[in-house]
Structure formats: C-alpha cells, structure tokens
C-alpha cells in the first residue's frame, strides 16, 4: 500500500511558478512510475507529465518547456515544476504511482492561475 499526498497548490497570477511535491509513504518508492495528472472544472482527468522508475520523463504537448517533473528518491517525492503559469492550468492537480496492478492516487492540489 502506498500513500500520496500532494502539496505546494495555491494561487498565482498568469505568467507565474508554482511547484507541487507528492510525498509517497510505504516502502519501494522507486520502483514506481510516478505521474502528475490534472482536472479541470466539466473536463476528463488528464496526464500532464511522468517519469519512469528509470527516470525518463513524458510531457503533454501543452506543458511541454513550461513544466518539469523529476523525483527524488532517497525522499519518497515526487516534484511538478510549474513555469510560465496561464489561466488555463487551473485544475486540481493529482499524484498516481503505478507498478504493474498496483495503482494509487493522491487527494489532490488545486492550481489556480488568475489576475
């Protein structure tokens, strides 16, 4: 069993940074795929990055050279560097770890990004 709780949300004003972490408890942290995925009001959850056990990492095309995500696991964390903020990342961001059938969530971190 592994718990995901995300912090670091909040608001910031377009053009603006944020960084969201995912602190995983329960052994094995690295041997799971970790991914940041994000949901907006009257829209599906989608993936916005992830990175693999082995550390390579996938984007969204429309975060692409504005968010990083990278993993440190001597911590058991997860990190969404969030760069270049617009409105339309405003979500509630959720944290999921995944190794074969094994599949966990976080509570989730809303990301407001207004003026």
């Known amino acids: 069993q592994v718990q995901l709780v995300e912090s670091g949300g909040g608001l910031v004003q377009p053009g603006g940074s944020l960084r969201l972490s995912c602190a995983a408890s329960g052994s094995s942290f690295s041997i799971y795929a970790m991914g940041w995925y994000r949901q907006a009001p009257g829209k599906q959850r989608e993936l916005v990055a992830d990175?693999?056990?082995?550390?390579?990492?996938n984007y969204a095309d429309s975060v692409k050279g504005r968010f990083t995500i990278s993993r440190d696991n001597a911590k058991n964390t997860v990190y969404l560097q969030m760069n270049s903020l617009k409105p339309e990342d405003t979500a509630v961001y959720y944290c999921?770890?995944?190794?074969?059938?094994?599949?966990?969530w976080g509570q989730g971190a809303q990301v407001t990004v207004s003026s």
């Open positions: 999921n770890a995944k190794h074969l059938e094994y599949d966990y």
């Open positions: 990175i693999t056990s082995g550390g390579s990492t």
